[in-house]
């Protein structure tokens, strides 16, 4: 299959959580393979300078910066650290996410406030954080990811789908105010994306039972399905698509 080229992604500098490993590697690696200066976070130090090494290649390097994004400060400390190296941030993906299973009854105050920081908050203050480098470039683009699991009412993980589906409503409360400044934000909703993580944890002969059941497209939704949406969120494409979701799910059911 051929796939689009964006021109107007090369040489922009895009900043992506939760990049080392999982979806966040295709972000990373498919925004670098278009000519986009790219800084990428995650706690997963080796996964990331392996994966900054694999694609030293590209028109730019990637640049791995090691941050737990649960620290707001070292997330800041991050974002200079990228600005300085790449200049303004003009894209951002807040990726970064941790769908461990828990359950309800045995939830502790703890439990919740780390769940809460690693699929929610951090979303919040990276866009802050990226808000005056938008404006300073006439504008930019905020890809926030969502879930569909929230909305399967799946048990398991209710903190996780909580937090899920409050990005929906971050998005909406900051489309309009962002959008002054042409600065969209959008949902990117990922279906269930078979990454190494899922086929070892959850990808059980039941599991491609369901698939196969209810996802209208035949085969697994990948992690560079995911890439590309964004891709499109990233570029001057889309100018004009902002508070909304974007599902990639196979046509799930």
């Known amino acids: 299959m051929t796939y689009a080229t964006y021109p107007s992604l090369v ?11 999982g979806i966040g590697a295709a972000f990373v690696e498919h925004f ?26 590209c028109a730019h390097r990637p640049l791995f910066i090691r941050c737990d994004v649960t620290q707001i400060e070292a997330l800041e400390a991050a ?17 970064a996410a941790n769908d461990v299973r828990h359950q309800f009854g045995s939830t502790t105050v703890a439990e919740f406030d ?11 203050f990276a866009t802050q954080a990226v808000r005056e480098d938008m404006r300073s470039l006439g504008g930019g683009s905020v890809i926030c990811l969502g879930s569909t699991g929230w909305r399967k009412k799946n048990a398991g ?48 002969d039941a599991g491609k039972a369901e698939i196969e059941r209810v ?12 890439a590309r949406a964004a891709l499109f969120l990233a570029a001057d494409d889309s100018r ?10 196979g046509g799930w059911v």
Request: include cysteine.
């Open 79 to 95: 974002l200079a650290t990228a600005r300085e190296v790449n200049g303004p941030v003009g894209v951002l993906v807040n990726n």
């Open 11 to 21: 040489d922009r500098h895009v900043f992506i959580t939760g990049g080392a490993t």
């Open 157 to 204: 993980y209710p903190m996780y789908a909580m937090a899920k589906s409050a990005v929906h409503g971050l998005v909406n409360g900051l489309a309009r105010e962002l959008g002054h400044d042409r600065i969209r934000i959008n949902v990117l909703v990922p279906g269930w994306v078979i990454t190494d993580k899922q086929r070892r944890l959850w990808l059980d």
């Open 240 to 249: 004009m698509c902002t508070g909304q979701d974007f599902i990639v799910d």
């Open 32 to 57: 670098a393979r278009q000519g986009a200066r790219v800084s990428f976070i995650d706690i997963d130090q080796a996964s990331g300078e392996q994966l900054a090494d694999d694609l030293a290649a």
């Open 114 to 124: 780390q769940n809460i920081a690693i699929n929610l908050r951090h979303q919040y």
């Open 215 to 226: 996802q209208c497209m035949p085969g697994y939704l990948m992690a560079e399905d995911l």
